[in-house]
């Protein structure tokens, strides 16, 4: 869809949730000055259902990693911003970034049972272990004793965090 010095046009279909958005893209990378993707599509807006057509440009823009090479990054039509990757929620019209919408990270969005779940599955993968294996992994080979008992007590800690929490939903749950 981008290459340098060229202009490049085409269509994508995505689907999300119940619809399918077919999306015309046209694409001019000429200079680090002179670059932009120009997408055009047509959605019903979500809240009143009327048909919207939306033609939007975005700029692009590259930096010199200091290994060599270039990278492209989009601005951010709403904040002016360089990012990497532009969103279209549910409910949204436009491609914008994650900030200018304020959407979270799904850790953000995390109860203290599901993050101990979530570093427990993590260091157990780690460790060269299955999550669902009722057994703690062994010293993985080549793996230092010292960092394998400082995975094992985080490790520990995580599982004890999650049975405890675990436990007190079970208690709220019967107690109703």
């Known amino acids: 869809m981008i290459r ?4 490049i046009g085409g269509t994508l279909q995505f689907r999300s949730y119940q619809d399918e958005l077919e999306l015309k893209y046209e694409s001019r990378l000429a200079g680090e000055w002179d670059s932009w993707i120009r997408l ?11 048909p919207l057509e939306i033609d939007d440009k975005i700029e692009l823009t590259t930096t010199r990693p200091k290994f060599g090479s270039i ?17 279209l929620p549910l409910g949204g019209r436009h491609f914008w970034s994650r900030r ?13 049972f599901d ?7 993590t260091l157990h993968y780690r460790l ?14 080549r793996m230092r004793w010292t960092t394998y008992n400082r995975l094992m007590d985080r490790l520990r800690q995580a599982e ?6 675990l436990i007190l939903s079970a208690q709220r749950w019967l107690a109703e």
Do not use: H
């Open 100 to 112: 200018s919408y304020r959407l979270g990270y799904a850790s953000q969005s995390e109860s203290v």
């Open 160 to 165: 004890r965090i999650a049975d405890v929490r």
């Open 128 to 141: 060269g272990g299955d999550p669902a294996d009722d057994q703690y992994p062994d010293k993985p080979p």
């Open 71 to 87: 990278r492209w990054w989009f601005i951010c039509p709403r904040s002016g911003r360089r990012v990497r990757i532009l969103y």
């Open 40 to 50: 055009q599509y047509r959605m019903d807006d979500y809240w009143t259902g009327e």
């Open 4 to 7: 340098p010095n060229t202009r």
């Open 115 to 121: 993050r101990a779940l979530r570093k427990s599955r």
